[in-house]
């Protein structure tokens, strides 16, 4: 081997590997069928393809059209419940169910993954007769054997095993718990909306509550204002004081300032004449 073929093994293990891991389409497995198209297209509407495509290990029993009409008149919620019944999370083909040691054997279904199955609603009964018949069921309480195996479609071991049967199991009460996951959705929004305004309604009475209480806040503040005019009761007497005093001597002060005034001019005027008279 020569060295660049000794470097391109691992690759080469990558790429197989990842083609093993999405090997199977379970609708080109269908397509080839057209028995199936319905349950082939009814798969598809649900996005239950995509999932089935992105296991590894998978067993389906697919319906023929003749036998699938009571599921398409279904609401599509309930159609991919009851078609994720009749996909078993593990490989059965022919050999592996014609080998099965017990009576009665329970398988895990899709629908049991989905985490809304109650009361084994997600699980299925397959049971093998002495004569080789091998039926299926809901393993649900008071449920019965509904569906025939009738041979095998396609089988890649041990990724994906399509099987035929006649009928489609049904699950008692796998449609009531579509109304049971809504009853239980209406409380949330009650409580959310429950925060209850009217709880806090009186506080617009006790913001009212302060203009009454303003009134009280009013009278001492009146106080200090009666208080102001005895503060300058002082100041007043001032100016009152000296209010009469000023009209009497202002006239006084005149008085006396135009007497002085003469007295002071005539002083002058005698200095001067008897400066005069010297100088004669």
Not at 53 to 64: C, E, Y
Not at 108 to 114: E, H, K
Not at 265 to 278: H, I, K, P, R, S
Request: glycine share 6%; proline share 10%.
């Amino acid at each position: 081997m020569t060295p660049m073929a000794a470097a391109s093994l691992p690759l080469l293990l990558v790429l197989l590997l990842a083609g093993g891991a999405a090997a199977h389409n379970i609708t080109r497995l269908l397509s080839d069928y057209p028995d199936f198209s319905t349950f082939n297209s009814l798969l598809s509407q649900t996005k239950l393809a995509d999932e089935i495509n992105s296991r590894r290990t998978i067993t389906v029993l697919a319906v023929p059209n003749g036998a699938v009409g009571s599921v398409a008149g279904l609401s599509s919620d309930i159609q991919r419940r009851v078609l994720s019944v009749h996909v078993i999370l593990d490989y059965y083909d022919l050999d592996k169910l014609r080998s099965l040691k017990k009576h009665s054997t329970i398988v895990t279904t899709l629908f049991q993954a989905s985490g809304i199955a109650e009361s084994r609603t997600g699980f299925l009964n397959v049971t093998k007769f002495d004569d080789g018949k091998i039926s299926f069921g809901s393993a649900a309480p008071s449920s019965s054997l509904v569906s025939n195996l009738v041979g095998s479609i396609a089988a890649r071991p041990y990724n994906i095993s399509v099987l035929q049967v006649t009928s489609v199991v049904v699950p008692p009460g796998i449609d009531g718990l579509n109304t049971t996951q809504p009853v239980a959705s209406p409380p949330p929004p009650p409580t959310a909306a429950a925060p209850t305004p009217s709880a806090k309604s009186p506080p617009p009475p006790a913001a009212n509550a302060p203009p009454a209480d303003s009134p009280v806040a009013s009278a001492p503040a009146d106080a200090p204002t009666a208080e102001a005019p005895v503060a300058d009761a002082p100041a007043a007497e001032a100016p009152a004081a000296d209010a009469p005093k000023g009209k009497d001597d202002e006239a006084d002060e005149e008085a006396a300032k135009s007497s002085s005034g003469r007295v002071t001019v005539g002083a002058c005027l005698a200095l001067m004449a008897a400066v005069l008279l010297t100088n004669l």
